[in-house]
């Protein structure tokens, strides 16, 4: 997602922050993620790449790219993760396994042709939803093969 970068990058500075140093390297490795990462994934991905970025940076860095809605916040088993927000309202969903952590993403036109019916229905300017699927992965679900 080259334009999010971009965007981001816009979106910070008519905000007033820099998008340099730490908030610039997660920046980047978000950018190239097509979905979501926990702040300790982010830390340890750059740490392997060579970037001496601190975890405290890293929260921070989140906390402001997720005030300014340029990243999704999903939770996945208690751990906050994110992942770039497409400027253009495109996004997806996540299934998560309860039991091995395995994540699946999907997308919907349905679900979302529903969500604004519910949203019209309700007289609400719906500005995000969240969805999140959760249970047993196939495999899990199977159980132990024998
Ligand atoms: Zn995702
Ligand atoms: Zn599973
Ligand atoms: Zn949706």
Not at 35 to 60: K, N, T, W
Not at 62 to 89: M, N, W, Y
């Amino acid at each position: 997602m080259e334009d999010w970068i971009g965007h981001a990058r816009k979106e910070l500075a008519a905000a007033g922050h820099r998008a340099g140093g730490a908030r610039g390297e997660v920046l980047e490795l978000l950018g190239r993620q097509s979905c979501c990462l926990s702040a300790q994934e982010i830390h340890d991905r750059l740490r392997a790449g060579g970037r001496s970025v601190g975890l405290a940076s890293v929260y921070r860095a989140l906390d402001v790219l997720a005030q300014l809605k340029l990243v999704h916040r999903i939770d996945v088993d208690g751990t906050a993760c994110f992942e770039p927000a497409d400027p253009s309202g495109e996004h997806h969903h996540h299934a998560i396994c309860d039991r091995c952590g395995k994540m699946d993403a999907f997308e919907d036109p349905e679900l979302e042709r529903l969500i604004d019916d519910v949203a019209e229905r309700l007289g609400y300017a719906v500005g995000g939803h969240d969805i999140v699927l959760r249970g047993s992965c196939p495999d899990c679900a199977r159980g132990p093969a024998r």
